[in-house]
């Protein structure tokens, strides 16, 4: 069954985040944060949607540049809003352990060039593992989203293939410390 693989994906993954070293995770989200400033400039993105990473996560947090406009979610019942915030000091641990924004300025859906996805594990077709409460893959089931869906990850967390269901939504591209991955470029199947 489906559910149960991802299960067991989800707790293997969880087991070798948290077996690297500070040092390890500290020198790969500097080489993701480097690369996700260039490309940030180099493509013009204007607007971002982006997650506050969890320990566990790739710390890309210092490519917060000033000539972008970003936002990151709060929790809303099921659904995720997402809410202007100019500096990382304004994120506040949430109800489920990830920081949320404190502002109250709400940014459509529709404005967004890119958003940053969050996840446990990916593949190179874009399949991704969340973390298990659905928030993105409804979000990026939505419309009125267009942006680019992008994920920043540690290479180790690129496994060969992830379980997916009809509803599981993908990326479009993967940026870890090994490089940039345009997943449109990979077979699905």
């Given amino acids: 069954m489906i559910s149960e693989q991802k299960q067991i994906l989800r707790r293997v993954m969880r087991s070798e985040l948290a ?14 944060t ?4 260039v490309r940030l400039a180099t493509e ?14 790739p710390d890309w947090l210092t490519a917060f540049i ?11 019942g099921v659904f995720l809003r997402f809410f202007a915030v100019s500096d990382v000091t304004e994120l506040v641990p949430g109800p489920r352990g990830a920081r949320e924004p404190v502002g109250d300025d709400e940014v459509a859906l529709t404005t967004a060039d890119w958003i940053l996805v969050p996840g446990v594990a990916f593949d190179i077709a874009g399949r991704r593992l969340g973390r298990g409460g659905g928030f993105y893959d409804r ?4 419309p009125e989203l267009r942006a680019k869906r992008v994920s ?3 290479s180790h967390q690129i496994v060969e293939r ?14 870890t410390e090994s490089g940039w991955i345009d997943c449109a470029l990979h077979p699905t199947d």
């Avoid at 013009?44 to 996560?57: H, L, Q």
């Avoid at 979000?139 to 939505?142: D, P």
């Fill in 162 to 175: 992830v379980p997916d269901e009809p509803h599981d939504a993908r990326v479009d591209g993967l940026l």
């Fill in 34 to 37: 480097r690369s996700l400033s």
């Fill in 19 to 32: 077996a690297w070293s500070a040092a390890e995770r500290a020198r790969a989200s500097a080489e993701i």
């Fill in 152 to 154: 920043v990850a540690f």
């Fill in 139 to 142: 979000l990026l089931a939505c």
């Fill in 66 to 76: 000033p000539s972008v406009r970003w936002a990151f979610p709060r929790i809303d």
């Fill in 44 to 57: 013009r993105v204007g607007v971002v949607f982006a997650f506050a990473p969890m320990a566990s996560e």
